[in-house]
């Protein structure tokens, strides 16, 4: 193997995590297109070709075309460029980049208002039993007016204390949508600079699951994990998740389990029956993931085969 095929080669392990050299020049990785356990996805570092043999309609003719399907951030573009002959004129440095902002009408409830609608916002987090300390901590507010009025707004920053996504929560009880979040991707890591990679994670669906669990607790905002979070898994090399979602994703969980496993992760998987960590508590939510065992294989299959 040739000193580029090896660095394109380390470059695709922080992304996909450790691969399977099956030829001087050809390496197979577990498939992020699929739920497969087993190594699916063929890259050939030379000619760049990479092809799934469980998505057929996952295939390109470039390590570029793979890092846009998998929607990897700019800084991986930079250093791909350093290795390969890239398209022209592609922005390297800012290839996935958005911009969010709070709403305009943004009020801190760590200041004191006037309006009714602070009175209500207040009273809607108490009944969630969040306190001043979590508004402090995840700088929590909400908007009397405009596009977000009536809404709770959690934001959320990345590692650099940059906005990254914000959740927007009714809290009148009279909107017809609970949920007004930004025209956004949610490709992001949520609550990342309250994370300490170091540390086994938890993984959760929402903002207020997370905040209930509090310990280095990231909300998926749905039922799989985004790419981006997946790279920083590799990135930081993650030992250890606990998985705690509703019992309507469970088998959503099981196939996140499984990735993860995949990736050399160690899974505890928490069932939640009817209940969700927002509703349980702090005191409840941290016994039941202390008290979990972590995840086999054999125990993988055997759940997989009860959800069928």
């Known amino acids: ?22 030829s001087k020049d050809e390496v197979m990785f577990v498939c992020p297109f699929s739920h497969h356990r087993k190594p699916k996805l063929a890259v050939n570092l030379t000619t760049q070709r990479w092809q799934s043999w469980i998505d057929t309609n996952a295939k390109g003719r470039s390590i570029y075309s793979l890092f846009k399907r998998l929607q990897v951030p700019g800084n991986y573009f930079t250093e791909l460029s350093k290795i390969v002959k890239l398209p022209k004129n592609i922005e390297t440095d800012n290839t996935e980049e958005q911009f969010v902002s709070l709403p305009y009408e943004f009020k801190k409830l760590t200041e004191t208002h006037t309006e009714f609608a602070y009175k209500q916002a207040l009273a809607y987090l108490k009944k969630r039993n969040i306190g001043s300390y979590d508004i402090e901590r995840y700088d929590i507010g909400y908007c009397a007016n405009g596009d977000y009025a009536g809404r709770i707004i959690v934001p959320s920053y990345d590692a650099d204390n940059k906005l990254n996504y914000f959740l927007a929560r009714d809290f009148t009880g009279n909107a017809y949508l609970k949920y007004k979040n930004p025209p956004v991707s949610k490709d992001v890591v949520v609550f990342e600079n309250q994370i300490d990679f170091s540390e086994p994670l938890v993984f959760c669906e929402g903002v207020f699951d997370a ?19 997946k790279m920083r898994l590799i990135e930081h090399g993650v030992t250890e998740v606990s998985i ?65």
């Not at 193997?1 to 099956?22: D, F, R, T, Y």
């Not at 310990?215 to 979070?229: D, F, V």
């Open 1 to 22: 193997m040739g000193v580029s095929e090896q660095k394109l080669l380390n470059l695709l392990q922080k992304i996909l995590g450790s691969g399977k050299v099956v």
């Open 244 to 308: 705690v979602l509703d019992n309507d994703a469970y088998k959503n969980a099981l196939a996140m389990s499984e990735s993860l496993m995949n990736d050399n992760i160690r899974v505890k998987l928490i069932k939640m029956g009817n209940e969700d960590a927002a509703d349980i508590g702090f005191n409840k939510i941290i016994q039941r993931i202390k008290s979990a065992t972590l995840l086999d294989f054999g125990e993988l299959m055997k759940q997989k085969l009860c959800m069928n």
């Open 211 to 229: 905040m209930a669990i509090r310990r280095n607790a990231i909300a998926l905002l749905g039922k799989n994990i985004p790419s981006k979070l």
